[in-house]
């Protein structure tokens, strides 16, 4: 289910309504757990494995395989649900709809009086999302993050979705959005959009998100028919967002260049957070890999084709 334009945030709203309407979305939202999926390891030189799967997941020690178990369900195989929660189909689910949030860049808002649109720029189409595009040169610092999206079809005993887009963005390494937050309003950089291939993936580099103060650490991204269709928000089949285990964060955080994000990540947690607090099994990140190697992030995304 879509937010309609009454669920969106408009920046100069500030964080405390976004924060709001983020809690009260949680209560809105998906009902029951989801399936739990596995995902496979993706085996990547030296830069080790973060595997974001849409199964549940806990928090082990950075640099190993913290893994989630798999066959419990609170709904059977082939119910649906309304009102943004969770439909399984076939053993694998649906991944629930969440808010885009204040900072889209997709046309749906505006940033400094004009239509914030990082779509409709020439070469938003790219894997590496850390530096800017369209005459901006900025480039976010941080942690290396590989981002695998495997988008598949709960209609079609999970096969892959080739030929589908994802659009991906999130904050940078001090929880400023490009386009939106001072001092970052001339870059676009840590936004992107990619086709999904043969094996339903499309992938991202970018850096390890920071933590902002009201929120867990987390990445936004958008589902499309098609890197053509992927223009502007209207054309958009699902939006959703992904969430980290404590372990990888506490690591991250430790390291230099990510300004509060540790003390804000302390003060916050899953539980608590009013966009997961509700249920986070499918977005729940499977983290192996380290600060010097680099992470590696691999996410099955459900939806109904």
Same mark, same amino acid.
């Given at each position: ?27 809105? %939202? ?92 020439? $070469? ?10 369209a005459g901006a040169s900025g480039t976010a610092a941080g ?18 979705? /080739? ?11 001090? $929880? ?14 840590? %936004? ?22 009201? %929120? ?8 499309? %028919? ?33 300004? /509060? ?45």
């Open positions: 289910m879509h937010h309609d334009r009454n669920d969106r945030h408009d920046h100069d709203q500030g964080l405390a309504h976004d924060l709001s309407r983020l809690h009260q979305q949680a209560f809105e %939202r998906r009902a029951a757990l989801r399936w739990l999926m596995g995902a496979g390891a993706l085996s990547l030189g030296g830069a080790g494995v973060l595997t974001l799967a849409g199964c549940g997941g806990g928090g082990g020690d950075a640099g190993t395989t913290t893994s989630s178990s798999s066959g419990s369900s609170s709904s059977s195989s082939g119910s649906s649900s309304s009102g943004g929660t969770t439909t399984t189909t076939s053993g694998c689910s649906v991944i629930p709809s969440e808010t885009e949030g204040p900072y889209p860049g997709d046309g749906s808002n505006t940033a400094n009086g004009s239509v914030a649109n990082v779509l409709a720029l020439s $070469g938003v189409v790219r894997s590496d999302i850390r530096t800017s595009i942690v290396p993050l590989q981002v695998i999206i495997e988008l598949v079809n709960t209609n079609a005993s999970c096969a892959d979705l /080739s030929g589908y887009a994802i659009y991906l963005w999130h904050c940078d390494a001090l $929880g400023r959005y490009s386009m939106y937050s001072s001092g970052v309003t001339g870059e676009n950089y840590l %936004r992107g959009v990619q086709a999904t291939g043969t094996d339903g993936t499309a992938v991202f580099q970018t850096i390890y998100p920071g933590c902002y103060a009201g %929120r867990v650490p987390h990445i936004h991204f958008e589902v499309y %028919r098609s890197t053509t269709t992927a223009t502007n928000w209207n054309n958009k089949l699902r939006t959703s967002q992904l969430c980290f285990p404590s372990d990888a964060n506490t690591a991250v955080y430790a390291t230099s260049g990510y300004g /509060s994000s540790a003390a804000n990540n302390n003060a916050s947690s899953l539980s608590s957070d009013g966009i997961f607090s509700d249920g986070y099994s499918t977005q729940l990140a499977t983290v192996t890999g380290s600060v010097s190697a680099g992470y590696v992030a691999r996410l099955k995304v459900g939806i109904a084709a």
